[in-house]
């Protein structure tokens, strides 16, 4: 079939790999001119570790990952108040968990097409028409062609949900909490390999530093209602105003915001979609079922549902109504359940009073404890899924 995907992130490429594979006609079209570079990292484990161990990239990721020593909490006085071990973490995951840059996994991703799926950046769909027998996409550049079907991994404000299935917001779960994400060169203090967190009641903010000098920091706070979209200054501004007040080093890391080489804000919020998909056209990753950044497995998801699908496509010879409902199947429950877990993870981030703030800081504490830490890292590190067996090429 020729299948067009819109949105190279992470889900994008990963459905593009495995649908060569199975020896579909694809295309990639991604919005931006380039790959994103740089941003923020992210924590990639669960069942989306083993679909990259299938597509042959997890050596890549080690390399380029971080390995993190420690996870430590610190008062507003920068002193550490409860820490625990990573590798803890690691090892409750089998081995199968790497810290990487967000752009470093969707970069190796993409590489493993190896320059053989059709790839348009700077472009978008403005229009999908599907008339039951293909879909017509107008391009935004004025270009029009025909797909069989058109796949939205075009993250959480996907354009191919809105032209598909409807605005926005009939389908988000707001979480009430802002997050901002950017790094900065030359920042000091630097500690290597320890992601250093200080929280108050209402905000949080995490510090860690990257190769190269650069450190990232990533900023939690309590918000409710609508943030500037695409306007970084009036962005920059709003954190500034929220942030004023907040203890630890966060005078200083407001100071040097002017000089940040990259800058991402956005609501924490879930995608809950009645469907994935409606007639030709199908969703995945967070343009699908978004679970948020307090979930921490975005990306996992994003590729599990990217592989499933693919080989629901190649399981349905072609049917694929037939295999957009097994892919759903095979997939919702698990996913919602993931999002209503990271919903009740909000206080855990942003404590909305000071007896949860307590609370908090008295479980990070005891997660340095090893017996309270394999029970809850044993927990959450399983994926209740097992994955189909690799499609025939
Ligand atoms: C601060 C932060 C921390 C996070 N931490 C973690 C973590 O620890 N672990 C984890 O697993 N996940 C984490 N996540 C979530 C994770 O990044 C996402 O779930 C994941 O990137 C989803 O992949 P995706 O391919 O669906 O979407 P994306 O990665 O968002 O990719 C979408 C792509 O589509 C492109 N695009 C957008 N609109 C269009 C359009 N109209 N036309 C064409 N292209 C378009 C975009 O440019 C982008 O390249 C975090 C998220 C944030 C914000």
Redesign the pocket.
């Given at each position: 079939m020729r299948v067009l995907i819109?949105?190279?992130?992470?889900?994008?490429?990963?459905l593009a790999y495995w649908l060569r594979r199975t020896g579909h006609d694809v295309t990639l079209?991604?919005?931006?001119p380039r790959?994103?570079e740089g941003?923020?990292?992210?924590?990639?484990?669960?069942a989306?570790f083993e679909v990259a161990e299938r597509i042959g990239i997890v050596p890549r990721l080690r390399d380029e990952g971080y390995r993190f020593r420690e996870a430590r909490e610190v008062g507003g006085d920068g002193r550490r108040i409860a820490h625990f071990d990573p590798q803890r973490v690691i090892d409750g995951a089998a081995g199968r968990y790497v810290?990487i840059g967000?752009s470093d996994?969707?970069r190796a991703i993409y590489d493993a097409l190896d320059g053989d799926v059709e790839t348009i950046f700077g472009?978008?769909?403005a229009a999908l028409a599907d008339d039951g027998g293909r879909v017509g996409v107008t391009f935004?550049s004025g270009a029009e062609r025909e797909f069989d079907l058109v796949v939205g991994?075009?993250?959480?404000?996907?354009?191919?949900r809105a032209l598909a299935f409807g605005p926005e917001r009939e389908f988000e779960r707001h979480l009430d909490i802002a997050?901002?994400?950017f790094d900065i060169d030359g920042y000091r203090p630097r500690d290597e390999l320890v992601a250093v967190m200080h929280t108050e009641v209402g905000a949080q903010a995490l510090r860690i530093a990257l190769r190269d000098g650069a450190t990232m920091f990533?900023i939690m706070f309590r918000h409710e209602g609508e943030l500037p979209v695409d306007d970084v200054t009036a962005q920059q501004d709003l954190l500034r105003e929220r942030l004023t007040g907040f203890g630890w080093e966060m005078p200083q890391i407001l100071a040097q915001l002017p000089q940040a080489r990259t800058f991402?804000m956005?609501g924490?919020s879930q995608m809950l979609m009645p469907s994935w998909s409606r007639g030709r056209i199908a969703l995945?990753?967070?343009?699908?079922a978004?679970?948020?950044?307090l979930?921490?497995?975005?990306?996992?998801?994003?590729?599990v549902?990217?592989y499933v699908l693919a080989c629901a496509l190649a399981e349905a010879s072609g049917d694929h109504r037939a295999a957009f409902a097994d892919y759903e199947n095979r997939l919702a429950g698990l996913v919602r359940r993931k999002q209503d877990g990271a919903v009740g993870l909000s206080g855990a981030f942003v404590p909305r009073n000071r007896m949860m703030l307590l609370l908090r800081n008295a479980v990070f504490g005891l997660m340095g404890v090893p017996f309270i830490e394999n029970l809850a890292i044993g927990r959450s590190l399983r994926d209740p899924i097992e994955l189909p067996p690799v499609p025939a090429g």
């Amino acid at each position: 079939m020729r299948v067009l995907i819109v949105g190279a992130g992470i889900a994008g490429p990963t459905l593009a790999y495995w649908l060569r594979r199975t020896g579909h006609d694809v295309t990639l079209v991604e919005r931006a001119p380039r790959l994103r570079e740089g941003g923020y990292v992210v924590d990639f484990w669960g069942a989306g570790f083993e679909v990259a161990e299938r597509i042959g990239i997890v050596p890549r990721l080690r390399d380029e990952g971080y390995r993190f020593r420690e996870a430590r909490e610190v008062g507003g006085d920068g002193r550490r108040i409860a820490h625990f071990d990573p590798q803890r973490v690691i090892d409750g995951a089998a081995g199968r968990y790497v810290t990487i840059g967000r752009s470093d996994l969707s970069r190796a991703i993409y590489d493993a097409l190896d320059g053989d799926v059709e790839t348009i950046f700077g472009d978008t769909v403005a229009a999908l028409a599907d008339d039951g027998g293909r879909v017509g996409v107008t391009f935004q550049s004025g270009a029009e062609r025909e797909f069989d079907l058109v796949v939205g991994a075009d993250g959480l404000h996907s354009r191919v949900r809105a032209l598909a299935f409807g605005p926005e917001r009939e389908f988000e779960r707001h979480l009430d909490i802002a997050v901002a994400a950017f790094d900065i060169d030359g920042y000091r203090p630097r500690d290597e390999l320890v992601a250093v967190m200080h929280t108050e009641v209402g905000a949080q903010a995490l510090r860690i530093a990257l190769r190269d000098g650069a450190t990232m920091f990533c900023i939690m706070f309590r918000h409710e209602g609508e943030l500037p979209v695409d306007d970084v200054t009036a962005q920059q501004d709003l954190l500034r105003e929220r942030l004023t007040g907040f203890g630890w080093e966060m005078p200083q890391i407001l100071a040097q915001l002017p000089q940040a080489r990259t800058f991402y804000m956005d609501g924490a919020s879930q995608m809950l979609m009645p469907s994935w998909s409606r007639g030709r056209i199908a969703l995945v990753g967070d343009a699908a079922a978004c679970p948020s950044l307090l979930a921490g497995q975005g990306s996992a998801l994003a590729m599990v549902e990217a592989y499933v699908l693919a080989c629901a496509l190649a399981e349905a010879s072609g049917d694929h109504r037939a295999a957009f409902a097994d892919y759903e199947n095979r997939l919702a429950g698990l996913v919602r359940r993931k999002q209503d877990g990271a919903v009740g993870l909000s206080g855990a981030f942003v404590p909305r009073n000071r007896m949860m703030l307590l609370l908090r800081n008295a479980v990070f504490g005891l997660m340095g404890v090893p017996f309270i830490e394999n029970l809850a890292i044993g927990r959450s590190l399983r994926d209740p899924i097992e994955l189909p067996p690799v499609p025939a090429g």
